[in-house]
């Protein structure tokens, strides 16, 4: 206002309702910051199992938000998994923050929501999803389809008990019971099946963050999720010798004569249907609750 055409007391009438229209966006801008942080942070922890924030101011800023909503010793583990060094005393104890932290998480989680270059987003689309799906769903197929053909030729015995002596018998459950333990659980479930997964998961990104060959990924999702390809030397001789193994033990099983064939087709059933049962299973944990298997994606280095 100019003092010429209007005095002071009229001026500040109406400037008042400005200074409190702007306090009222500022509270709102920070309110939306403490909203939006912890769902962003949150969903940058769920990405092939391994956080995404670069920054360690950021870390700083995102803790304290959280902190309002959070227990410290939830807190305090969030710090550790985090890593940087970060001043627990003022995460705990600071309440009030400071505007221009306030600010930078509001700029922290745009980034994270995709809304700024710089971080990848942790959400996909329809292609990553339908990718990964394809890859977890196509390796579980894969393990499932002999099943329906080894199934009835381990059964045989079951419709005649008396082709097997006692210690056929024996044998029988004995070889079943080991190849349930090595194959389903030691091979499938801790190894394999967490890998096939988490590899398939790395599909599901951002399309501004695909690497370079992501549609043939995409394509070969199952091979792909096997690691036969675009994975560690190591993790490459694995799998196709995985691959050539089981081969050449099925071309040997059918040369066996019955019932010694219903015997090994029995183990080997067991085993098959414990891993295509083990990839739905991780495959629908990461899914519908964000956890992804705690397991080396075998990536190559760039």
């Excluded at 990964?132 to 079951?158: D, E, H």
């Excluded at 349930?180 to 501004?208: H, I, W």
């Excluded at 899914?287 to 994606?297: Q, R, S, Y």
Aim: hydrophobic share 50%; charged share 15%; proline share 7%.
């Amino acid at each position: 206002c100019r003092p010429r055409s209007r005095s002071p007391a009229s001026c500040s009438p109406s400037s008042a309702p400005s200074v409190a229209s702007a306090g009222r966006m500022t509270k709102l801008a920070n309110t939306l910051a403490l909203a939006l942080v912890p769902s962003s942070l949150a969903s940058a922890y769920h990405v092939a199992g391994r956080p995404t924030l670069h920054s360690s101011a950021m870390h700083g800023a995102a803790l304290k938000h959280r902190s309002l909503a959070a227990k410290p010793a939830s807190v305090s583990m969030m710090a550790a998994t985090v890593g940087p060094a970060v001043d627990m005393a003022s995460i705990n104890g600071d309440d009030d923050l400071a505007t221009q932290e306030k600010t930078l998480a509001m700029a922290m989680s745009l980034e994270l929501s995709g809304g700024a270059t710089g971080v990848v987003s942790q959400k996909g689309n329809f292609v990553g999803a339908f990718a990964s799906a394809w890859g977890a769903l196509g390796v579980m197929y894969i393990l499932a389809s002999p099943i329906k053909r080894l199934l009835p030729i381990a059964l045989q015995p079951f419709a005649s008990p008396g082709d097997l002596s006692t210690l056929g018998w024996a044998c029988y459950a004995a070889w079943v019971a080991f190849m349930g333990y090595t194959e389903g659980y030691k091979a499938f479930q801790l190894k394999f099946c967490p890998m096939v997964v988490n590899r398939a998961m790395t599909l599901n990104c951002d399309p501004s963050a695909r690497p370079k060959g992501y549609w043939l990924h995409a394509l070969l999702a199952p091979f792909y999720s096997m690691g036969l390809f675009h994975a560690t030397k190591k993790r490459k001789i694995v799998s196709w010798a995985f691959i050539f193994g089981i081969g050449t033990i099925v071309a040997l099983v059918k040369r066996l004569p019955y019932p010694w064939r219903s015997v090994i087709d029995g183990g080997v059933v067991l085993g098959l249907s414990w891993g295509a049962t083990s990839v739905i299973a991780f495959y629908l944990r990461a899914v519908l609750f964000g956890k992804p298997p705690a397991a080396d994606a075998c990536m190559p280095g760039v």
